[in-house]
Structure formats: structure tokens, C-alpha cells
């Protein structure tokens, strides 16, 4: 029996609700606290952390630093594993820098809100609360323990720029490279090269004898040395003339960035030498631990679709510079994929495109950016060959935050093509200014999640439900 109307409407409503349901598993497995307290654990007075050992007796101050989005609830697993079996002469103490909306408890570890929501840049507060763990790692000593807590995020809140270089210069520094379409490992070779923490720089400052970083990854392949820009981790790849080697690499002249920048690189690429590399001694007691990462919210979030009766197919996204204007229409080709497929179909993705900017780009993100193109496609296929119920197609990133405002994705569905239909509201102005957000905010197709506490990159998910078996070829 064919559907009614009603039918096929309650249908695109579960499909969207089914999408977010989805996208929370994937989000609930990979909640930071979580995955501490998977890894972090004391037994019989042994700190037991991934395959390290260590006996809390012979620990006289246990310093808990970290940066990101995830950050804080890292932080508070850790407090919650260690302080109830520390003696009264050992110290739990620590300052971790993260986003407004998810600071948590401020003792015996400060969680500072160092930069507001939606920008991704490093701001005052970040450089006063860096400066502050930079405090704390020093004044450790030999019988001292450092946690460091590193997630997504962590590049703009863990940030002290060279000597000589302003913070506007560094900020001028990042939007450009950003503009330009630089990959993440673009970004983390001229962005290590312009500070005093990143690419290993924070270990020159560390005076405990044993430094620990629990790591979650927000960038496909889990790059230790790229995620957050490597605070922990000396890269043997790191140098001035690389950071310089981008520029050319971006185009982009010499006279176009700061001349505090220019010098900086140019003075340091002349003496060839890798400044964080100095402290080998150092990086031999230092551990790397990635706890989490895409692949795991990739893999719960199929469990779901497949209790809520779906057939599941997941991939992760190989190449790391992909445009989100690319996979828009590759996503929009999916959908067209999956509803040729009888039943339930569903497609999960992870990945995280770049978004070429205009000169005045408007609001949005990369999320968004994908969404739209994909339904300007959709809009655009000949009427006969449109199927448009039973569809929706929804990214958001795993950290509630896409771009330049507080929403943390977009998707569409049938109900929203026949609204832009009605309405004849055309994507095609809105990609091509990068404002997104002003054409799913009119047809109520934004994600709000609010900041999610985790971060590992993004989802996306293409559901059908395909009322009519295809046609015989």
C-alpha cells in the first residue's frame, strides 16, 4: 500500500529526528569524561594511564594543564580519578583553558573560559591563561606528575606568541592562512613556528619529572604533532624555513603578512635550527595518548541507525584538504544513491572539508557550507527526476560549533526543499557570499547542539526512506 500524504510527512519529521539521534550517539561516545575515565584509573596505588604506570606514593604534586574543547571535561575525569586516593601532604592542582559555556568546577583545577563561542582565534584571556600554565609547569619539580589535556580547539586556547610578535599579528597571521585554504598541517607549520608552546615549545617550560598528555583528536589520522599543534609532541618535520615554504606553497608575498611575522621567520630560518627540538632530554619522559577520535563516534553512531532500522554504510575522509563545496555535491549525489536503494538506508561520515572564502564572507561554517551546496544540487535536478521525500541529509561538527556562529550544522530534508521552493529563497547568492547560516536560519535548518563538551572533527548522515521499490532497469 502506497503512503498518504500525512504518512510521508511524519516520515521526513522522524528522519530528521532519527539523524539527531544518530548524531548524539556518535557525540555520547566520544564525551571526554568518558573516554578519561576508560584510560585513567588508580589500582592498588598505581596510576594506571593507557600502558604507563606510576606509583602515586612517590608523587608529591599531581599539575593538571590542558587546552581545548574537550579540555575541561577531561579534567574533571582526571580530578575525579586521582584526588580520593592522594594523601594529605600530596597536591592536586592545575589550570586548563577552554571555551565559554563549558567551563565546570574551578577547584582544585581552574577551568578558565579563555575565548568566547564561535571564535576560533586566540584572544587575552588565552595568552593570561596560558601564561598561567606556563606558571604551574615550571614551578614543578622532579617528584612532581603533569597531566596534559589536549584536545580539538586547544591551537587558539594554548597560545603565547614568539618573542617580538603582537597577538594581532598572530590573529592577522591565522585569518589569512585561513582565507587561503591552508590545511591543517599548512596552518601547524607556520603556526608552531610563531609561538612559545606549540610543536613541543610547552616542554622547554616543564620541570616535572614525568609528563603524560591524554589526547583526543579532532584531525583524520590522528596526527599527534598537528592536533592542537603539538604542545607535547617535538616534531622532527618542524622548521622556520617550512613555515616560509607555506607562504610560497599559499602564494601568498612576504609583504602581505606582519613584519614582526616576516623577521621573526626570516631571523630564526637563518640560523636553521628547530628551537623546540632543544629539550631532547626533556621529551624522553613525556607520553602521547590518543583517547578518542572520529572512528569512535563513527561506529556508535552506526549502531544506532542500525537499532532504528536502517542499513548503515560508514566512511571516513581520506584526503585532508577536500572543499566543502565539493562534497556538498558529493553528498547531494549520496542522496540520490541511497534513495534508489529500497527500505531504510543510511550513510555516516566523518570527515572535516575547508570552505573557500569570499573577500566579506557572510555568516556560516564549513558544515553549513556543505549543506547548502548540496541543496542548491537538489533544487537544480530536473522536476521528473527529483525525489525529494523521504530524504535528509545533515553535518554538524562534534564539538556543537560550525564557523562563525553558535549552531552547530544544517540539514536538509524534503520539507525544507519545498519550503525554499515556496518561499524562492535561492542558495546560489548565500554560497557564493559564505553566508549559509542567513539561508537555514529563515527555513529553520540549523543544528543547535550548544558546545558538546567533545570534539573529533564532524559528522555527516544521509538517511532515506525510500516508500517505493526502484524500478526495474
Not at 635550527?273 to 556508535?300: H, Y
Request: with cysteine.
Amino acid at each position: 500500500m502506497k503512503p498518504s500524504a500525512d504518512d510521508k510527512t511524519d516520515s521526513g519529521v522522524s528522519l530528521r529526528a532519527d539523524a539527531m539521534a544518530i548524531f548524539r550517539a556518535g557525540i555520547d561516545s566520544v564525551r571526554a569524561g568518558r573516554l578519561v575515565a576508560e584510560k585513567l584509573c588508580v589500582v592498588g596505588g598505581e596510576l594506571q594511564i593507557g600502558n604507563e604506570r606510576i606509583e602515586l606514593a612517590g608523587i608529591k604534586r599531581v599539575v593538571i594543564v590542558g587546552a581545548g574543547k574537550a579540555s575541561g571535561e577531561m579534567a574533571v575525569a582526571a580530578i575525579d580519578a586521582i584526588a580520593p586516593h592522594l594523601r594529605a601532604d600530596q597536591v592536586l592542582t592545575g589550570w586548563v583553558n577552554v571555551p565559554e559555556g563549558v567551563g565546570a568546577r574551578t577547584e582544585p583545577v581552574r577551568i578558565f573560559e579563555a575565548r568566547p563561542q564561535s571564535e576560533n582565534l586566540p584572544t587575552e584571556n588565552v595568552l593570561a591563561g596560558t601564561l598561567e600554565i606556563i606558571r604551574l609547569i615550571e614551578s614543578s619539580t622532579d617528584d612532581d606528575l603533569c597531566l596534559c589535556l589536549i584536545s580539538g580547539g586547544g591551537s587558539a586556547l594554548l597560545a603565547l606568541p614568539a618573542e617580538g610578535i603582537s597577538l594581532d599579528d598572530k590573529r592577522a597571521v591565522s585569518k589569512l592562512l585561513s582565507g587561503k585554504k591552508a590545511s591543517i598541517q599548512q596552518l601547524n607549520r607556520v603556526r608552531r613556528q610563531l609561538s612559545q608552546v606549540k610543536g613541543g615549545r610547552l616542554l622547554k617550560h616543564l620541570r616535572a619529572g614525568r609528563l603524560i598528555a591524554l589526547i583526543m583528536s579532532d584531525i583524520l589520522g590522528d596526527p599527534i604533532d598537528l592536533i592542537a599543534s603539538g604542545p607535547s609532541v617535538i616534531s622532527d618535520n618542524d622548521s622556520p624555513q617550512s613555515a616560509l615554504d607555506v607562504l610560497k606553497e599559499l602564494q601568498i608575498g612576504v609583504d602581505a603578512i606582519p613584519v614582526s611575522v616576516r623577521q621573526h621567520l626570516e631571523r630564526e630560518a637563518s640560523t636553521n635550527q628547530n628551537a623546540a627540538r632543544s629539550n631532547s632530554q626533556t621529551a624522553k619522559n613525556v607520553a602521547n595518548i590518543v583517547i578518542g577520535n572520529i572512528e569512535v563516534a563513527i561506529a556508535a553512531a552506526a549502531v544506532e541507525a542500525r537499532r532504528l532500522g536502517y542499513e548503515c554504510q560508514t566512511e571516513v575522509q581520506l584526503a585532508p584538504d577536500l572543499l566543502a563545496d565539493d562534497e556538498g555535491r558529493r553528498f547531494a549525489g549520496e542522496v540520490r544513491r541511497l534513495q534508489s536503494l529500497p527500505g531504510k538506508q543510511c550513510l555516516i561520515s566523518g570527515g572535516e572539508p575547508v570552505v573557500t572564502l569570499c573577500q566579506h564572507p557572510g555568516k556560516g561554517g564549513r558544515n553549513q557550507q556543505l549543506v547548502l551546496v548540496a541543496t542548491k544540487v537538489i533544487l537544480d535536478q530536473p522536476r521528473q527526476s527529483r525525489r525529494e521525500n523521504g530524504f535528509c541529509l545533515f553535518a554538524a561538527g562534534t564539538d556543537g560549533e560550525d564557523g562563525n556562529v553558535p549552531v552547530a550544522g544544517a540539514f536538509v530534508d524534503d520539507r525544507l526543499i519545498a519550503e525554499s521552493r515556496r518561499r524562492r529563497i535561492d542558495p546560489a547568492p548565500y554560497i557564493t557570499t559564505n553566508d549559509a547560516f542567513s539561508f537555514f536560519s529563515q527555513l529553520n535548518g540549523t543544528v543547535i547542539t550548544g558546545p558538546t563538551g567533545t570534539n573529533v572533527c564532524d559528522l555527516r548522515i544521509v538517511l532515506s526512506n525510500n516508500y517505493y521499490s526502484p524500478k526495474p532497469s
